[in-house]
């Protein structure tokens, strides 16, 4: 039997809020059950370069309330390939790292499934993206602080669309998938969300036209994802300049505005639990899986699923957005 007596933390890709959250989770819970934590800074180019600290319990005293990470963050390109993942091993050896805590989205896990299958490491991932887009869990860290960073930004926006009777569309983050755009657009009040999901089979701005947005009402607000596929915002105005110039839009791009700021009460409380639960997964002989929530229940997911499908959006929720704005 493999056993383990130091996990290694790292933090990968874009941040999300409830990652201070979750380093805190996994190495309280790691010395808790009396494993030894090496935080690692800046991901997978942390564990190339070797920057690498021992952590106790207050190396994460004071962060559960704080955005970002502690630990810093990078994608690394050296880590696709063989050469800089074979370092990264021997660093590993080096530091006496027998597993990994790795906190990300797809292109962390996609670097760790093929890290661990090559070295024939544990590693368990713990889901932090604001996009919501991994596949065999419910919600990933961060999107719940993102989604209301969002309807919080939208409300404002609304004052003055509302005052100009205006036309906005707002393009929010979530690279190809469209849980921020639909549900920010259900939270707000927002006449529609353009979303990728949808995108192939329907000209979306065009059903908006055709359905008489703003006709009624005097400022309408559009939730754009942003995405090849979608245009974003400013795809999407330009085509209605240039189709409709009768209407007068106006743009707001939230950007990295929505990755910032104090996790919600429920990114801290699920950074908290799947925090724990990956070093339950280790010790439970787990490796090579995300830990994952599934209607509240905590569920172990393989790499290979939680990186593979697209993740769908409920259909449903469109509906009632339809519904409801018109
Ligand atoms: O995956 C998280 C995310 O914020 C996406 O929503 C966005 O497309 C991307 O990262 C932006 O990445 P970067 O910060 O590298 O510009």
């Known amino acids: 039997m493999y056993q383990i007596k130091t996990i290694g933390i790292l933090t990968s890709g874009g941040d999300a809020p409830g990652m201070n959250a979750a380093i805190r989770a996994v190495t309280r819970s790691a010395i808790y059950h009396g494993l030894n934590v090496k935080g690692i800074y800046r991901g997978y180019k942390g564990l ?15 962060i559960i309330q704080q955005g970002g990470t502690i630990l810093r963050t ?28 790795v906190l990300g989205g797809d292109g962390t896990f996609t670097g760790a499934k093929i ?21 065999g869990t419910d919600y990933t860290i961060g999107y719940d602080t993102a989604l209301n960073t969002i309807v919080e930004s ?12 205006r ?15 639909l549900n920010s657009a259900l939270a707000s009040g927002a006449e529609a969300a353009i979303i990728p999901e949808i995108v192939t089979g329907e000209d979306q701005l ?21 995405s090849d596929s979608t245009g974003g915002a400013l795809g999407i105005s ?10 007068d839009a106006r743009i707001t791009i939230l950007g990295h505005l929505q990755r910032g700021g104090r996790p919600s009460a429920y990114d801290r409380i699920l950074a ?55």
Do not use: W
């Open 48 to 62: 190339i370069s070797g920057e690498i600290k021992e952590f106790q319990t207050q190396s994460v005293s004071n």
């Open 74 to 101: 990078a994608r690394c390109q050296e880590f696709m390939t063989e050469e800089g993942r074979k370092i990264a091993y021997e660093n590993m050896v080096k530091e006496g790292i027998d597993a990994l805590v």
């Open 115 to 135: 890290f661990a299958n090559e070295f024939n490491i544990p590693v368990v991932g713990v889901p932090c993206t604001i996009d919501n887009d991994l596949c």
């Open 154 to 165: 939208v409300d404002k926006i609304r004052d003055t669309a509302n005052s100009h009777e």
């Open 167 to 181: 036309l906005f569309f707002i393009e929010v983050m979530g690279r190809d998938a469209g849980f921020l755009a």
């Open 206 to 226: 065009e059903t908006l036209i055709q359905r008489g947005f703003r006709k009624s009402k005097n400022s309408s607000i559009v939730i754009v994802a942003e």
């Open 238 to 247: 330009e085509r209605l300049k240039k189709e409709h110039p009768e209407y």
């Open 272 to 326: 908290s639990r799947l925090g724990a639960a990956a070093i339950d997964a280790l010790l439970d002989e787990q490796r090579n899986i995300m830990v994952g929530v599934v209607h509240d229940d905590i569920v172990y997911v393989p790499f290979t699923k939680a990186i593979k499908d697209d993740k769908p959006v409920d259909a449903v929720l469109m509906d009632v957005l339809k519904a409801l704005s018109c």
